[in-house]
């Protein structure tokens, strides 16, 4: 069963309008050697911008090639922040050398890739800062502004390194607010650190991250669901959702992605009334979410709704 206006958040969701481009993918300002893109950015002293694509085959990847890699503000600006890095997975390898295959398959384990298109941002050691999974259609300029303000992690993570206490707790959410909820969920570690040194919640740190752990965990559980389910009718589907919800009593984003996700299911069933009220409901849980900013342009295409207030 195919998802109809799912995008990759970490569920792995088909995106609303991909755009088709051409097959192959213009090297212009791009490495191809993981390890002279690692002496470049010593060199220059930046970060590395890699990106995990499959560019004749993976839908997604056309669009961010098509919508926002050739686009001229990012030729522009890009590299004159990042180290650029284009790891392939195409399905014609006949261009590839031996070593481009095995590079890719080596490091698509190592940064635990499950998808594509990815985009990581490392440091010139290879110590990743930032990942973004899938496309969803943001304009190119919006793209890269999110990319460029991303280089500020490391120097913020840097900052709560040399802090100790309530001062260090309150350093990291700010290094892991630069780093957005998807990609700070990840970063487990921090967050357990946070939630111990504001163990009595006199900064607001302790409730904020355990409301992102119980997300993450919902995400987790929505994950499993998908992955048990293939071939499974929406109706199934929605059975299991409900009793996710009843299981877990999610909140905020968790609680969002799973509207969300249900939403998508009654479309497919034709019920768009239950649909659209579900995409409203869901857009009131977290408005600025990577989900919620995205619900208005779906009402719009699909409902003929002009938003979702």
Known sequence: MKPLYLGTVRVAMVAFSLILA???FADEGWLVDFEKAKVQAVKEGKPILMEFTGSDWCPPCKALHK???VKDVFKKEMPKHFILLKLDNPRDKSKQTEAEKEQ??????????TGVPSIFLVDSGGAPFFKKSGYSNQPADAWVKDMVAKTAIPEALKEADAAKGIKRAKLLDKALGLMGSDAAAARKGDINEIITLDANNKAGLKAKYEDILASTEIKDSMQAIMRGSRG???EEL???IDKLIKE????GEGLQEILFFKSNLYFQTKNKKEAEKLLREAKKLAPESTIGKRIDGILSRFFG?????
Do not use: W
């Open 22 to 24: 051409g097959s192959s």
């Open 67 to 69: 919508n926002v890699l």
């Open 104 to 113: 890719y398959q080596k490091l698509s384990k190592e940064y635990k890739v």
């Open 232 to 234: 499974a009718k929406p």
């Open 238 to 240: 929605i059975v299991k």
């Open 248 to 251: 877990k009593n999610p909140k």
């Open 305 to 309: 709704a002009k938003d979702s207030s």
